[in-house]
Structure formats: C-alpha cells, structure tokens
C-alpha cells in the first residue's frame, strides 16, 4: 500500500526557513517522482516543484530562488527546503508521487499524480 506523510510543517515568522519532509512507502524497487503542491484558504490547489526522472527541478514562479525541492532516495524521503517566507506561502502544503516509469515525471499537471499525502500545514506569520 501507497502512503505519503508529510511533515516538518507549523507556525513561521516571515522570513523563516522551515524544511518539509516527505516520507515514501509502498512503491516498489526505485522510489517515484515526485513533486509538492499547495493549497492557500479559500484558493485552488497549486503545484509549488517538481523533480524529473534525472531530478531536474522545476519551480513555480512565486517560489522560484526561495525554496528548494530534492529527494534522498536510500530513505525515500522527499524534501522542500523553504526560505525567505512570506505570509503568502501560508498554506496546506502536499507531497504527491507517480511511477518513476512514467512519462510525466516533473509534471506540474496534479492530475498526473496517482497518490498523495494528508498534507502538513505551514502558517506564515508577520
């Protein structure tokens, strides 16, 4: 069975430098891409970074130079280094994973993505 669990989430000053974790298990042999999303009260859920097959990082404009995707594959562990926050990063923030034989490792597209954690909450104070 498929279960991603994030943690590392909570209150932050602005300007904090939290880092989120994602814990993988279920997936067989070689740990799936991966990617983290967002969803800020009262918005639609955003994707935040990708990882390709070769780990390429893609970010979203509003995070961009701020965060930092990654992953250790020998603790299938996905990572999201945050820096510089600002009270507009506040939001339940999710880790999400398909096949690594997949084509659309590193999509942005959520609808790509076959399983998902509960999510960890970050709240971004001034």
């Known amino acids: 069975q498929v279960q991603l669990v994030e943690s590392g989430g909570g209150s932050v000053q602005a300007g904090g430098s939290p880092r989120l974790s994602c814990a993988v298990s279920?997936?067989?042999?070689?740990?799936?891409?991966m990617a983290w999303f967002r969803q800020a009260p009262g918005k639609e859920r955003e994707t935040v970074a990708s990882l390709t097959r070769a780990d390429t990082p893609y970010y979203s404009a509003s995070v961009e130079g701020r965060f930092t995707i990654s992953r250790d594959a020998a603790k299938s562990e996905l990572y999201l280094q945050m820096s510089s926050l600002k009270t507009e990063d506040t939001a339940m923030y999710y880790c999400?994973?398909?096949?690594?034989?997949?084509?659309?490792?590193?999509?942005?597209?959520?609808?790509?993505?076959?399983?998902w954690g509960q999510g960890t909450q970050v709240t971004v104070s001034s």
């Open positions: 999400a994973a398909l096949p690594r034989s997949s084509d659309y490792c590193g999509s942005f597209r959520q609808d790509r993505y076959n399983d």
């Open positions: 279920g997936y067989t042999a070689v740990m799936p891409c």
